[in-house]
């Protein structure tokens, strides 16, 4: 059964930073395309940034300068440093793990962790 479980959420202040964690078991973690995705109220699930098995990065927009995705294959954990934050990168933030022959645009593919908070508020 594939399991991904974030953690790292929480509070913090405009131009803190956070490090989300998620850890993946049941899967050939070597072989997903491992992404972040974050919902914040009343919006649609957003694509964030997304690491290959080889390391090839993906992000988007708003979050490229401010945002690293980064992966270690041996503890099958794929991480996101966030940097800089905004009151706008409030949101649940997802993990998600997928083959890589799917878009990561497509937001029905692969499997999704249960999400952590982010608040970002003085």
């Known amino acids: 059964q594939v399991q991904l479980v974030e953690s790292g959420g929480g509070l913090v202040q405009p131009g803190g930073s956070l490090r989300l964690s998620c850890a993946a078991s049941?899967?050939?973690?070597?072989?997903?395309?491992m992404g972040w995705y974050r919902q914040a109220p009343g919006k649609q699930r957003e694509f964030v940034a997304r690491?290959?098995?080889?390391?090839?990065?993906n992000y988007a927009d708003s979050v490229k300068g401010r945002f690293t995705i980064s992966r270690d294959n041996a503890k099958n954990t794929v991480y996101l440093q966030m940097n800089s934050l905004k009151p706008e990168d409030t949101a649940v933030y997802y993990c998600?793990?997928?083959?890589?022959?799917?878009?990561?645009?497509?937001?029905?593919?692969?499997?999704w962790g249960q999400g952590t908070q982010v608040t970002v508020s003085s």
């Open positions: 690491i290959t098995n080889g390391g090839n990065t």
């Open positions: 049941g899967v050939i973690f070597s072989a997903y395309r």
């Open positions: 998600n793990g997928r083959r890589p022959t799917y878009s990561d645009y497509d937001l029905s593919a692969g499997y």
